[in-house]
C-alpha cells in the first residue's frame, strides 16, 4: 500500500474533523458534501477492484468464499471466456450461404463445450468449497462463478490475483 498524501499536521486534522462535524449552511452544501463522500467510496472501491482489497470490495464480492471462486475460475483457461468472440465469429459465418453450415456447427460444439466445461468446473469448486470452508453456506457462488467464466479474464472485476495454472494455497 502506498502513501499518496504527507500526514496532515495536528492543526489541520483538527480543522477538517471540525469542518466534517459542522452541520451544513445550505440545503446545496449538504448536496455537496454527499456528492465528495459518495465519490470518496467510489474512488475506494474502483481502487479495491484492481487490488483484490477485500474491505473496500462491493458487498457482492467480499468474503473468503467468493475470493476463492475467484481464483479457481482465474488460474484455469476455459473455453466459455472465449464464447462471446466465438459465437460472433461463428454469427458472421452463418451469414454467407457457403459457409453457413460451418458456423451453425460451430456455434453449437463451442456452446456444448463451454456447458460441459462449467459442469465439471462448478462441481470441482462445490467438492473444494466443502472441503475447504467445511458448514458455511456457498449460496450464490455458482452464479457468481458462472458469470466470471463468461467474462474474458482481462475485463474481470475484481482482477484476477493469480496466474493460470497457479496452485491456490490452502488458507484463505
Known amino acids: 500500500m502506498t502513501k499518496e498524501n504527507p ?12 469542518k466534517a462535524l459542522k452541520p451544513p449552511m445550505t440545503r446545496k452544501e449538504q448536496a455537496q458534501r454527499d456528492r465528495e463522500a459518495r465519490q470518496r467510496i467510489r474512488q475506494r472501491q474502483q481502487e ?7 474491505k473496500f470490495l ?14 479457481y475460475v482465474d488460474r484455469r483457461r476455459l473455453v466459455a471466456e472465449y464464447l462471446l468472440p466465438i459465437l460472433l465469429f461463428t454469427f ?5 450461404p457457403q459457409f453457413a453450415t460451418v458456423g451453425m456447427l460451430a ?16 462441481r470441482g469448486l462445490k467438492k473444494e468449497l466443502a472441503r475447504r470452508f467445511p ?5 450464490g457462488i455458482t ?9 474474458l479474464r482481462r475485463f474481470r ?3 484476477a490475483q493469480v496466474k493460470r495454472f497457479e496452485e491456490l494455497p490452502e488458507k484463505y
Do not use: C, N
Open 7 to 18: 500526514t496532515p499536521s495536528r492543526k489541520e486534522a483538527e480543522a477538517a474533523r471540525k
Open 48 to 54: 479495491a477492484l484492481r487490488t483484490g482489497e477485500d
Open 58 to 71: 462491493p458487498l457482492r464480492d467480499r468474503g473468503p468464499l467468493k475470493r476463492f471462486a475467484r481464483d
Open 92 to 96: 458472421i459465418l452463418t451469414m454467407f
Open 107 to 122: 456455434w453449437m460444439t463451442a456452446t456444448l463445450i463451454a456447458v460441459v466445461e462449467e459442469i465439471f468446473l462448478i
Open 135 to 139: 458448514g458455511q453456506s456457498t449460496k
Open 143 to 151: 452464479l457468481y462463478t458462472v458469470l466470471r467464466t463468461t467474462q
Open 157 to 159: 472485476l475484481p482482477h
